[in-house]
Structures are given as C-alpha cells and as structure tokens.
C-alpha cells in the first residue's frame, strides 16, 4: 500500500541485556535532532510502531550549506490514528492477561511517518535507536532488527536474501496483481489504461499486472506513473492523456495520496465514463464514497483485504480523550480535528474545545470499526510479536535454548487459492526460518517457502495425450505399411509390381515399418538402453529406406537411358542393386557404432531450462555424431531427389522417378523445418518435434511411392498390363 521505505513497520525491540552489552558493541552515531514518540508508555519490552499519523509535510528549502529546517506535518489522518489505537489496545490486552506473558509488562513508542521517505527512515531509526544521538546497541543490530509490517504489500518485499527480517501479515501485491489481471479478462475487458503510484507500491504491482494481463490476452494501451510530489502541470499531462485514450477500463494501483491528487485533478477535468479498476490501497477507503466522486468512480471494482471483528475495540476507541495526558500534543490535535474545535481559540466565530465532547456522538473513520482489515494486520502483528516473546522466555524458563522449539520462529504461513485473490494468514503452528537455504538439485521449495519438496519430473510418457497420439500414428503408419506389402505380395505377378522392382519395393515396405515403429523408442522414461537404441535405430531405419529409394532410382534412370533393352540387364541387376543398398546401409551402421563407441547418448536430469521441473532427456553424448547420422540421412536424400529429377519426364505412361521426386520434396521439406524446430522446443516437446518429423516423412514417403500403384492394383487393374506400362506418351 506503499513503497518499501514507506512500510508500516511494527518492530520488536528488546530493552534487555541479555544479548550484548555497551562494553561489547560498536557505536553508531545519529546526526541531527532525535527522533520522538507521539504516543508512549514504558515496559518490560518495548513495541515500536510508526504510522503516517498526519498525511501533509513541509518542503523547506534545502540550499546543501545550512543545516535544513525541521520537517512539519500537519492534517491528521484518522484512519491511520485508528491503526495506532489498535497497537495500543492489543498491547493494552495482552498486559491484562494471566496466559501470554504473564508478569511481563509491554510497552509502546509511536512514531509518524507523514507517509514519506524521509520522516519515514527516522522513525525506524528512532524506534530502535531511542533518543540518544549514541546507542549502545551493534551497528548490525540495525540492519537485523525483525520488523512486521500490516500495511507493506509490495512483492519485492518478499526477497529473503534483500530483507530476511521483515515479515507481514497483509497478502503480497504479487498476488493482487495477478488477481487483478483475471478479474479484468473475466468481464472480457481487453484493452485497458493503467496508471501506478510511483513508487515500489505501484511499480512492483503495476509491473505484475501488465506481465499476468498479457497471458491473459489483455492489452494495455499505456501506462503512467504519477507521485503525490508531482506538479501540478504533470498531474494534468496524465488525466489529458487518460481523457485522450480509447481504452475505457482504468486499472489504478496507487496509494491513497497519489488518488486524492488524480482524483482532483479529474474532477477539473470533468474526467468521466471510465470503468476503474482499483487495488486494495483506495478500493475500500471511506472519504471516496461519497456524492463527490460519485461521477468518476461509481461501480469501480477491485479486491479487498480480509474484514474482522476485533472485541472491544469501538469502547477502547471511544475513550480516547486528550485527559488521558494532557500533556501530548497528538491527542489535543486530534481532538480539534474531530470536533472542528480548539482549545486555545481567538478567532472570532471558532468554536471551543471543552475536553468533554463524546467521540460517541460523531462519525468518522477513527470510529468506524465496521471494515477492520488492516486495524486487524495490526492487530495480528501485535500478537504475532508477544508471541514470539512468550516463547523466548518460555525457552529461557526451561534452560534448554538450544532445542529445535526454542528457536526464533517465523509464526506466518501463505496460504494460496488459486483465481480467487490469496490471503497471508497468520499461525502460532507453523515455523519457517529466516535464514533461507537453497534447496537440493532435485527439489525446490513449496508455496509457503517452508520446506523442499521433490521437483516435477517431466518426460514424453505413452500415458499423456501426446503421447497416445504419437503412438496411434506410429502403430496406424506401420499397420498400413504391413497392408501395403499385403496388397504387393498378392499382386507380385503382375507387370505393375515386376516393373517397380518387387524385391526393393517389398525392402523399402520393411524399412518403412521400422520407421514407423523406431518413433516409439523415443517415447517413455529415458534409460541407457532406450537413449543408445532410438537414435541408432532411427538412423539405420531411415539409411535403409534411403538405400531403397536410390538403388530404384538409379534401376530406372540406367533403364530408360539404356540404347538397347538387352543391355539393361546385367546394368540392372539384382545383385547390384542388392550390393549398392548394402554398402549405403553399412556406412549408417559404421557411423552409428562410432558414436556409441566414442560417445553414447545417456539419460540426463535437465535442471537448467525450468527451475519448477526436472526434464529426463536423452543427452546426444556427442552432438557430432547425431548430425553425422542425420547429415548421411541427407546426402541420400539428396542424391535421390537429383537424380529422380533428372529422370522426372522420360517416356513412360508409368514413370515411377515422379513420384519419388515428390517424396523426396516431402521428405526434404520435413526434416528441413526440424532442425530449428529441434533445437528451440524445451523439455518433452523436442522429442515430440522429432517424433513427428519421423512420421510424417515416413507417411510421405509410403503415400507418394505406394499409394498410386495400390489405386491401380486395386481400382483400375485394366491398366496392370506390360503393353499398358510400356506404351508412349
């Protein structure tokens, strides 16, 4: 609800010597004036809280030669009065009870903060400083000193290694933002403005936002940043800009401050029409509904903190009276402020205060007590501290300081729930520590940071959808490879399937189906058997099949190039066609066997792509010997492109090098498109991307050689005939 130098800090001060003496410690020195309480009581332990008790500061000049004026705030804020009265009576009731820290008195020092940077550093400092200018207290002690805040949601808050004693009891923005982005998607708002505080409240937030609004298809059209600091002129620029705009959806993550300066501004402007978006910071805030504003922000939506009821809080507040000390000028301030008076008035017309006015009989935000959500953050917070006392001293009682319960706890879990808007709940039964230790390779930490759990293990399974998928084609490719061979071997007389060379048509069908059938080694967990096995066996089944398609293609190039039939024969011939598949063959089978040699693949755990997952993969072993394979793969293919090419139009009313151009464009087009495919999907999907280049120029391949000599096998058989194949053109 602020930035992080802005925090509303609850801090837990030990006014004890039980850890470290003067005579032990360095001093720190304080420059300038000391900072003050507004409101004090002395204990046994101290809880220091700072709030931004008045909303308006003093700019005095600062000429960087002369000691700078004091800083002056002035316009009460109730709201946050209220807050402070809510530390008050929290304390007030663990003092008056016989269970937490019975005997044990706590004590208070209010600082204000006038809701910025600078009073804000000096009230921290005071809290734990006190009011000498040198503190008998470590140098560290001021960097380690465990601070809760009820009013802090910025997310980068939650960096343990930035800050590893600062704890809160309101939700982070981190899940606000994203909440926000869902709500905007849900009425179907996608293209929307959006305007932050400037500041890490409205930056952090707004930052959020636009990367969850973008998942979700939501479109923002611009995004500005305004500071309550800011001139008036700049204020202008922004509400012209809003006006100006096409986007009628304003999506608003400011603070209070920063929307009371918009708002005016907007109001000058006539500003209307706009469907607001807010974050908790205003979305909830009293002074905005009324008749005012009710034409700029009239059905604005947004989240809220959680609402409570907190016993006996409205009596504690109504008895807050200046004759409690009479002495403090915050209480008198207050008082005037709430009934419109003063107590020393000369002006004429000014009315009178008497002391005896009843807080009973007006109503404001310090008295309204029927939207407590952060008055309740306050209220854990204090309770969340006398806690953590109660058990240190529990631990000192039992002279066993060193046992694992006796350790300072963190006593806050977060708990999720996802698309509704997530809650920070607090707990005296869940311990977490603040020093963070990194997890295990194989582990990362679960949602409330408490403890390692196992990380996703994440593989191409037969058991996902993709995979049934893959392995339905698979299984489909080599069924209709095993009819085609059916269909061939019925027909295997005819002049159609001589001519097509049966005994290489019936090895291409088999090196088809262990195409086919190779995918599925690449599906499953990864073991040394099945890493070693699924490229060997897809670069010899592909080799193969290579061999097949050249050793036809080169049978009908030297046939039709042939000047007299009777030569073709022993050009022809089987045993040089079965020799040159053989060799092209065996140089796959020499490549393959070096890389399993030299540098096998074997499974490997991939924990660099994704922090949330471990990705089982099949690591090459060595990269040169899968291109090899693959560019072997490749020579072939183009040799049987050129030369089916070249013999694309020789006469013949069936000239079978036209289809195989057609297959080899196929085949070359697919595994042209993978190799960037291959290399940029993560995890599971590059096995699925080399799966389905297997398949689909294996489909290729069986559909452009096999299916149109199927048609005519089994569709039109008149034109199975020699005089038929061998006629002209």
Known sequence: MSDSVHVMLLLLLLFMGTYGTEEDTAQCKMLGSPEFPLLSKKGDFTIGGTFSIHSQISKPPLSFTDTPEPLICSRINFREFRFAQTMIFAIEEINNSSSLLPNISIGYKVFDTCGSTLPSTRAVMGAMNGHERTVGKTCSALDTAPGISHFATCACLSNRKDYPSFFRTIPSDYYQSRALAKLVKHFGWTWVGAIRSDNDYGNDGMATFIRAANQEGVCVEYSEAISRTDSSEEVARVVRLIRSSSARVLVAFLAQSELDILLEEALNQNLTGLQWVGSESWITAGHLANRRYSGILSGSLGFTIRKAKISGLRDFLLQVNPSQDPQNNLLREFWEAAFECKFQSSALGQTQCTGSERLQDINNTFTDVSQLRISNCVYKAVYAVAHAIHNILKCGQSGDRMNQTCIWE????????????????????????????????????????????????????????????????????????????????????????????????????????????????????????????????????????????????????????????????????????????????????????????????????????????????????????????????????????????????????????????????????????????????????????????????????????????????????????????????
């Open 410 to 729: 963190e006593n806050f879990e977060a708990k999720q729930v996802k698309g509704h808007f997530h809650e920070l709940l607090f707990y005296i039964s869940h311990s977490d520590s603040a020093e963070c230790s990194r997890c295990p390779l194989e582990y990362w930490s679960n949602d409330d940071r408490s403890q390692c759990v196992p990380k996703v293990i994440e593989f191409l399974s037969f058991g996902e959808t993709m995979g049934v998928l893959l392995t339905i084609f698979s299984l489909f490719g080599a069924g209709l490879t095993l009819v085609v061979s059916c269909v061939f071997f019925r027909f295997r007389h005819t002049p159609l399937v001589k001519a097509s060379n049966s005994e290489l048509s019936f090895l291409l069908l088999f090196s088809l189906s262990l195409c086919f059938l190779c995918s599925l080694t690449f599906m499953g967990q990864p073991t040394n058997w099945s890493c070693m096995l699924r490229h060997t066996t897809f670069g010899i089944a592909f080799a193969l099949c290579m061999s097949c398609i050249l050793a036809k293609t080169i049978a009908v190039v030297i046939a039709f190039k042939a000047k007299r039939p009777a030569n073709t024969v022993p050009q022809c011939s089987a045993p040089l066609q079965r020799t040159s598949v053989l060799s092209c063959t065996l140089m796959q089978v020499l490549v393959c066997s070096l890389w399993l040699t030299l540098a096998p693949p074997y499974p490997n755990k991939n924990t660099a792509h994704a922090t949330e997952r471990i990705i089982l993969e099949c690591d090459l072993g060595s990269p040169v010997g899968f291109w090899a394979v693959l560019g072997y793969i490749g020579l072939l293919a183009g040799l049987c492109f050129m030369l089916a090419f070249l013999a694309r139009k020789l006469p013949d009313n069936f000239n079978e090098a036209k289809f195989i151009t057609f297959s080899m464009l196929i085949f070359c087009a697919v595994w042209i498109t993978f190799i960037p495919a291959y290399v940029s999907s993560p995890g599971k999907f590059t096995v699925a991307v080399e799966i389905f280049a297997i398949l689909s120029s294996s489909f290729g391949l069986l559909f452009c050689i096999f299916i149109p000599k199927c048609y005519i096998l089994l569709l039109k058989p008149e034109r199975n005939t020699k005089k038929h194949m061998m006629g002209r053109n």
